[in-house]
């Protein structure tokens, strides 16, 4: 649970006065569409009820201070002194202060402190949800007129080139421009969005979000992988992304690595399956996401091979338990599971995994709930 008033006092301490202002971003649930946005692809997400805030303020004297109430305390870095590559949480915030910066937007110091709630590591974009706060922070203090998907650019390029982490586009896009109750259907290539209705409630459905609790960092080795080997495939196959693969068969033909063959038969089926639920999620009842749900799972496990027995277990023993459907969300390796289910089944389904891990010998599971809830934006 946020505590806004640790929050604000925490800022008075620093401060000797009250914050400027207090601004939220959330963290994501990707619905499907794993790791088809640095392959130009499509992806559909949509946001958390769980979000990080920063109470923030400008300061004259050129220094940028960061102070998360979870992670630590009061770093003080002068804004001539960021230097891409820095290790550790504040990374996420100055990372901002320095895309900004090398977009050529006039941002000087201040305050930032940070509370959030989104469960770490856990595959629901605990970092972009801290990465967009900031730009939205530092945007209203410093008057900079940047448009939402600009402002989603500027936090990937936090992520990327200060932080070093490959990712796409799908996290700080979804914690900027998701709606409430709607999921964000979003072109990775061409960056054209629609905001899909996805009225769960009133379908009669739930949505479980299961933390396994195995931690998965995007910093390290695999993830860099995957995206190398699907840009090496593309070059192979002579298109500029994946994205591109019309003919998967004769795509497929010209392949002799088979690991290639596999990396690249998910990405262009998840892709048709974003696009089958995207249209889906517009006109039919959502259960019929359910058997897409299957699939990209099945996909990611067996093609991508980004699952591990504990997610796989989460998913089996979801379905087993009358989940409509189920899958691993986000960059994998851990993380969690989404499960769509009928209206009051998903706490007992939840509970029907936490056996099962006990029986496996796993360590024990988080859940709750989730509805789609809206992106970043100014709290008070
Ligand atoms: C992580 C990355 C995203 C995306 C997903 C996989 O969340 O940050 O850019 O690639 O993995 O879909």
């Not at 929050?7 to 994501?28: S, V």
């Not at 896009?173 to 009133?202: I, N, Y």
């Not at 990405?267 to 048709?272: D, F, G, P, Q, W």
């Amino acid at each position: 649970m946020l505590d806004l008033d640790a929050l604000k006092a925490r800022y008075r301490e620093l401060a000797g006065e009250e914050p400027e202002g207090l601004w939220f971003a959330p963290g994501r649930v990707n619905l499907i569409g794993e790791h088809t946005d640095y392959n130009d692809g499509f992806v559909l997400p949509f946001a958390l009820d769980k979000m990080a805030v920063i109470a923030g303020g400008r300061r004259d004297d050129d220094q940028l201070v960061f102070i998360s109430l979870e992670l630590g305390d009061e770093i003080w870095t002068p804004v001539s002194e960021l230097e891409p590559g820095t290790q550790g949480w504040h990374s996420y915030l100055a990372g901002v202060v320095w895309a900004l910066r090398e977009a050529g937007h006039d941002v000087g110091g201040a305050n930032l402190v940070m509370t959030s709630d989104v469960p770490l590591g856990a595959g629901l974009s605990s970092s972009a949800a801290i990465e967009c706060a900031t730009v939205a922070t530092l945007a209203d203090l410093y008057g900079l007129d940047i448009d939402p998907m600009e402002r989603a650019k500027i936090a990937r390029v936090a992520e990327n080139a200060y932080v070093g982490a490959p990712t796409g586009l799908l996290d700080q896009a979804a914690s900027t421009l998701c709606q409430a109750d709607h999921g964000l259907f979003l072109d990775c290539r061409t960056l054209e969005t629609e905001h899909v209705p996805l009225p769960m409630a009133e379908q009669g459905y739930e949505m479980l979000v299961l933390d396994t609790k195995t931690p998965h960092s995007h910093v390290d080795g695999e993830y860099g992988t995957r995206r190398a080997t699907c840009e090496a495939a593309a070059e192979k196959l002579g298109v500029p992304a994946l994205r591109d693969v019309t003919d998967l068969d004769a795509a497929l033909s010209q392949l002799d690595d088979e690991t290639m063959v596999k990396r690249v038969r998910h990405v262009v089926t998840e892709n048709e399956r974003v696009l089958k639920a995207f249209d889906l999620a517009r006109t039919a009842d959502l259960s019929e996401l359910a058997p897409l749900l299957d699939a990209s799972h099945a996909s990611m496990r067996d093609d991508y091979e980004i699952t591990v027995p504990t997610v796989d277990l989460a998913v089996d023993t979801a379905k087993a338990s009358g989940a409509l459907g189920a899958r691993m969300t986000g960059g994998g390796f851990g993380g969690c599971i989404i499960a769509l289910t009928r209206a009051g089944e998903a706490e007992r389904i939840g509970q029907d995994i936490a056996d099962a891990f006990d029986e496996a010998g796993f360590g024990e599971p988080v859940w709750f709930t989730v509805t789609p809830a809206p992106g970043a934006g100014r709290l008070a």
